[in-house]
């Protein structure tokens, strides 16, 4: 049995569009274990989709001098390195320090992969790109779309929120970049109109801790005008996911929980401002994209994006 390593820091969306390429190993490989060296919120990913064995957290100071070159290395973290037989790096190296070091540590074959995907359509999606590298090993992606199961057990948020996941839908508001964010305004609009025309559902908003003021705001006005809805705060990504592959549909930008979301396989609706879907949309056939026409979020009118939720979306009567 062999042992492979994936190291991959970076956001939410880094993570989830990175995940086909260990999904890929695993089925490939499947006596190998796997293990992710990233961040524990994110990489915990992988374990509840059941594509890594175990995870080890990135954060730890040792590894700084693997980024210097000539640097004496601490010789537990070599020996960790060492230990595996194929090491998957998707970290910032631009000047090679670290993969030099990863060598010097006894690292027998090393993969690199991009930290970001390139803007050049040509090169693919991210997703693609970042799966690139595993054709070193023969390996080469069939279906970047197939959906993840991210088990959770009776105690995930998924089975708090009651049968009615069934009629629920998950907007996220915001993004970590506000050139991103489809004005407010424009969905409670959108909200207010999908609730009138189906007073069935339920809405589940989600938003991140660089999102706090303007999810509060959307919180109120969503009280204000009695629109049905829950803010499940303290839920884990794994949480999450679980959620998502429950609800009847998603509404949002180009952040990481849309990504996490389309892996789950939910279906819904993507709104894309500054950001190329061609690279960056997820690989999912089941998220309709929306592209503005000047490439700007405020491009996006209410009437379009209603059009696309009615038609495709929702129950015909």
Known sequence: ????????????????????????????????????????????????????????????????????????????????????????????????????????????TLLRGPFRPGEDRSLGSAAEQLAAPLAQLALFPEALDAPFSYAMGSSGISSRISE??????????????????????????????????????????????????????????????????????????????ALFGQIEGYLGHDTGISHLAASAGARGLLLYGPTNPMVWAPPSQRMEIITSSDDTMSGISVEEVWSRVRSNHLPTA
């Open 164 to 241: 009615s996941a069934r009629r629920s839908w998950v907007l996220h508001p915001g993004s970590g970049s506000p050139s991103k964010n489809w004005p407010l305004e424009r969905w409670i609009e959108l909200l207010s109109a999908i609730s009138n025309h189906d007073p069935d559902i339920s809405w589940i908003i989600t938003g991140g801790e660089a999102e706090t003021d303007r999810l509060a705001a959307f919180l109120a006005e969503l009280r204000s005008r009695g629109i049905p809805h829950h803010h499940p705060a303290e839920a884990t990504l794994p949480e999450l996911g």
């Open 1 to 108: 049995m062999g042992k492979i390593l994936f190291i991959r820091g970076g956001a939410v969306g880094d993570f989830v569009l990175t995940m086909p390429a260990i999904r890929l190993v695993r089925e490939a490989l499947p006596d190998n274990e796997i293990e992710v060296l990233g961040y524990p919120s994110i990489s915990a990913l992988a374990l509840a989709a059941g594509i890594a064995d175990r995870t080890r957290p990135l954060e730890d100071a040792r590894l700084a001098l693997f980024f210097v070159p000539g640097a004496t290395l601490d010789p537990d973290w070599c020996a960790y390195f060492a230990s595996f037989d194929v090491v998957v790096s998707y970290l910032y190296d631009p000047d090679d320090h670290f993969s030099n070091n990863l060598q010097v540590a006894g690292v027998r």
